[in-house]
């Protein structure tokens, strides 16, 4: 059986898509399961799991997409765990994809997969879809230089997670560090192109500012009282300033982009974030301070 855990806040509409995407699922040979644990909603999304026979509905009060997905995980029944967010669409193979490449690859443990942008309309992008479809979820990046992948589009066999334990609290990018500590005990995380989701684009720029403010302050925090530490963050910044230049290449070729406009929307959407990133550094730099609580706000 392959378990599917599903955190879900305040996001009914979405998660019903999501639902209907997994609902529809081919290919498979094993049972599933679908785990939805509600993390703090103003309305519990219980009419929306109700309309889909495989789903449970669980709640877990404590914030966070972590302890949320451990309540899911310890309410699994699956010999294969798999992670998705819930405004996330699964492709139609995903659950498949996944169910064959452990099955060939019996010392396979953690699997990772791609995730892109769904767009509104494909032929004409906005320009956040533009730039997210190019510089979000780079999850190959991540997992060949990085050793973890996103916990939105996530596979793990159960023992495995047994073995590693829980995803950390609110107060820490949780997939990122489970992903770390289990490539840090041997179990490596590998990518499998096949096992698509569609995450939405931002739907402003604010919140993909807010989204670099709590990356800006997790490293800001890891950096800051280090020998030269000034210094060193503010050549980081300059180097971000900068930055937009060298990806130029990188969109013209892309292939998760068609035609000139969308590339051009996403060099300006490139730009535009990095330009603001490199002011948010140079004023943390300059005030000596980090608004150490941005890293906490996940998406409350």
Known sequence: MISI???????????????????????????????????GSRQLPSAVCARFPTVRLLRQ???????????????????????????????????????RRFAAEPDATVLGGDVRILQDDPERPTWLEAYESVFAFRMKKYI??????????????????????????????????????ASAMGYRVRYEPGMVVYHPARRSFAELTRKWDRHIAHDFAEIHGQRRWRTRWLLRALAVAISPLAEIGRIAVSDRLKGLRARLLAIGGVTRIRLYRARRMLALALGGGADLQAATRWNR
């Open 61 to 99: 009060p404590v914030p966070g997409p972590g302890p949320a997905r451990n309540m899911g995980v310890a309410a699994a029944h699956g010999e294969i765990l798999a992670f998705i967010d819930a405004d996330c669409v699964a492709a139609p193979d995903w659950a498949a994809t996944i169910e």
């Open 5 to 39: 855990v599903i955190p879900h806040l305040n996001q009914p509409e979405a998660l019903e898509r999501g639902l209907a995407a997994l609902a529809a699922q081919r290919g498979l040979t094993s049972a599933i399961e679908i785990i939805v644990v509600d993390n």
């Open 144 to 181: 060949r230089e990085k050793g973890f992948t996103g916990g939105g589009n996530l596979a793990v066999r159960s023992w495995v997670f047994g073995a590693v334990g829980d995803f950390l609290g609110i107060n820490i990018a949780e997939d990122t560090e489970w992903g770390q500590r």
